[in-house]
């Protein structure tokens, strides 16, 4: 007789005379036994088809689910910590506060619900990703180079030091995300909200954020060299040590905000609206200025050597 039992108390979920906990699992999910808080552990599910099956809570650590069709499961708040989830199929699964700090390597996560959930360090390359909900997720560290995250839910997520560098974040949501020193070198982040996130110290060389929301955005220390912020909106911010060399800033919305002793030498400023904004000691050097308004703008100790001003 085999048995699968309850973790936390030893109370027996289900028992069958199947030959393999795989099957075991398997004709389990068939009956639509609840499986929650299962004992899993060091399990080989390889290939195991566990579509809809309900193992909230269940402890799934070290367990070999490469290849398991786990479509619409529920694996709220579940353990996959060391799990192996090669091309494993997550599809519209509910993982919310799950550990999933497992080999996810070509799974397929396509609308999964991953609120709160944990992939700290993970390696996201050939993961599908489309509509997966990530809002309040930990994924620092985790790397998504070259990955298309277009129209996701990324606010209040955990992205510290994450590789985000040429990645597609298009008309994505990360208003209050932690991007601290994360690398977003080359990333299209147009029509991103990013009201309200801590990118302090971020990498964000030759990034296209045109019309991105930066209200209340912090971009202490941050490297926008190249970058494209056309129509940009940074309405209010303070800007402290950024490096803005040779961004692009046509037409952004800076009234108010506070960028003193910040690099925009030879950066296109052509249209934007710098009213009452504080410019001390900020490196204008070769900008171009044509057509911005300066209204109330505070330029003392100002390089402006070069710049260009006439309308």
Do not use: P
Not at 81 to 87: F, S
Not at 229 to 249: D, K, P
Not at 265 to 276: Q, S, T, V, Y
Request: net charge negative; with cysteine; hydrophobic share 40%.
């Amino acid at each position: 007789m085999l048995t699968i039992h309850r973790e936390t108390d030893g109370k027996v979920l289900y028992e069958t005379n199947v030959g393999t906990l795989r099957e075991a699992a398997e004709e389990a999910c068939r009956n639509g036994t609840n499986l929650a808080g299962a004992d899993l552990r060091d399990a080989d599910l390889e290939g195991a088809c566990l579509r809809g099956a309900d193992l909230r809570e269940a402890s799934l650590q070290y367990c070999n689910l490469e290849g398991a069709n786990l479509e619409g499961a529920n694996l709220e708040g579940a353990n996959l910590w060391c799990a192996i989830a090669y091309d494993a199929i997550l599809r519209r699964a509910n993982l919310r506060r799950a550990r999933v700090d497992a080999d996810l390597r070509g799974a397929n996560l396509e609308g999964a619900n991953l609120e709160g959930a944990s992939l700290v360090c993970r390696d996201f390359g050939g993961v599908t990703l489309d509509g997966t909900i990530l809002r309040g997720a930990d994924l620092h560290g985790s790397r998504f180079r070259g990955l298309r995250l277009k129209n996701m839910d990324l606010s209040q997520a955990n992205l510290r030091r994450t590789v985000l560098e040429d990645t597609d974040i298009t008309d994505s949501t990360l208003e209050g995300a932690d991007l601290r020193r994360a690398n977003l070198r080359r990333a299209k982040l147009m029509r991103v909200n990013l009201a309200g996130a801590d990118m302090r110290g971020a990498d964000l060389r030759g990034a296209n954020l045109r019309n991105a929301d930066l209200r209340d955005t912090d971009l202490d220390d941050a490297d926008l060299r190249g970058a494209n912020l056309e129509g940009a909106n940074l309405e209010g911010r303070i800007v402290r040590r950024a490096n803005l060399e040779g961004t692009i800033l046509r037409g952004a919305n800076l009234e108010g905000t506070v960028l003193r002793g910040t690099i925009f030498e030879g950066a296109c400023l052509r249209g934007a609206d710098l009213e009452g904004a504080n410019l001390r000691d900020a490196d204008l050097r070769d900008a171009d200025l044509r057509g911005a308004n300066l209204k109330g703008a505070m330029l003392e100790g100002a390089m402006l050597e070069g710049a260009i001003l006439e309308h």
